[in-house]
């Protein structure tokens, strides 16, 4: 999919191995960036043996599905849609890691990357829902999720803690 923004070109592809150093470096970005944002850490990240390869053999993985955002062939947001695999919860699949760099926020690229992973999920056979989270203060990531369709169905407390502080998350399904 591609988009004209001004001049600009946002390209959104499926990513595969040959992304993995790219998709890495906007991983640690993410994770520094808004480290409320996921369940992961930066000083987890940094800590890992062979992170590219193991980020390359996840961008492959059966039932796993990473879109990326390109802006003039920089990758400057993605987003995850993993299917579930046990057999009676095939019938869902699970938004994560989505995110977009600061200074490309507020330009649509949110909204296609999610629009990419909803359009994954329709296409393949059996998904009935998409379920996302996602921090109860985040009030934009809510409205662009609630603008997609997805409805909350309830609230974790305290679903993570960072530097001694705790965050609620949102819990959110789309039913396709």
């Given at each position: ?5 001004g ?19 906007l991983r ?38 990473t ?8 990758l ?23 995110y ?8 649509g ?13 329709k ?6 829902q998409v379920?996302?989270?996602?921090v ?5 990531a ?25 965050f ?9």
């Amino acid at each position: 999919m591609e988009q004209k923004e001004g001049q600009k070109i946002m390209e959104i592809q499926l990513l595969n191995e040959k992304h993995a150093e790219a998709y890495w470096q906007l991983r640690l970005e993410m994770l520094q960036q808004s480290p409320s944002s996921f369940g992961s850490s930066y000083e987890e990240a940094i800590a890992r043996t062979n992170p590219i390869e193991v980020t390359a053999d996840r961008l492959v993985q059966n039932g796993s599905y990473t879109f990326g955002c390109f802006d003039d062939g920089k990758l400057v947001g993605a987003v995850t849609l993993v299917r579930e695999g046990a057999l009676k919860m095939k019938h869902k699949a699970s938004i994560f890691a989505m995110y977009v760099s600061p200074a490309h926020r507020g330009k649509g690229f949110a909204r296609g990357l999610l629009q990419a992973a909803i359009t994954q999920a329709k296409a393949e056979d059996g998904i009935e829902q998409v379920m996302i989270t996602v921090v109860t203060t985040n009030e934009t990531a809510k409205g662009l999720y609630h603008s997609c369709g997805f409805k909350p169905y309830g609230t974790e407390k305290r679903a993570l803690k960072y530097n001694d502080e705790y965050f609620d998350e949102e819990l959110m399904v789309l039913f396709l």
